[in-house]
């Protein structure tokens, strides 16, 4: 049973900072490309982050510079540190997982910034 779970979202004031966690089972961890997405109300789910089984990363614009993701495979964990946060970065954070044609999701965690 692959299961992925997302932790670490809470609400924090612009400016301030966050790490995401996103532990995985059931899956061989290292040979999947692990992602971020975030859905923020009333629009759709959008790309923030990735990196590659290899350790390449990607970000999406709005984010560069602010946000880094990485992964532990020892520790079968993909992080998210999310800096200088701003009130447009609100959204329910979810984390993927992929290797060709295969894709599994978390839950999702909830990202609030505001003052």
């Excluded at 602010?66 to 954070?93: C, G, H, W």
Aim: charged share 15%; with cysteine; hydrophobic share 30%.
């Amino acid at each position: 049973q692959v299961q992925l779970v997302e932790s670490g979202g809470e609400l924090v004031q612009p400016g301030g900072s966050l790490r995401l966690s996103c532990a995985a089972s059931g899956i061989s961890f290292s040979i999947y490309n692990m992602g971020w997405y975030r859905q923020a109300p009333g629009k759709q789910r959008e790309l923030v982050a990735t990196i590659t089984s290899g350790g390449s990363t990607n970000y999406v614009d709005s984010i560069k510079g602010r946000f880094t993701i990485s992964r532990d495979n020892a520790k079968n964990t993909v992080y998210l540190q999310m800096n200088s946060l701003k009130p447009e970065d609100t959204a329910v954070y979810y984390c993927n997982a992929n290797v060709g044609p295969i894709h599994y999701w978390g839950q999702g965690t909830q990202v609030t910034v505001s003052s």
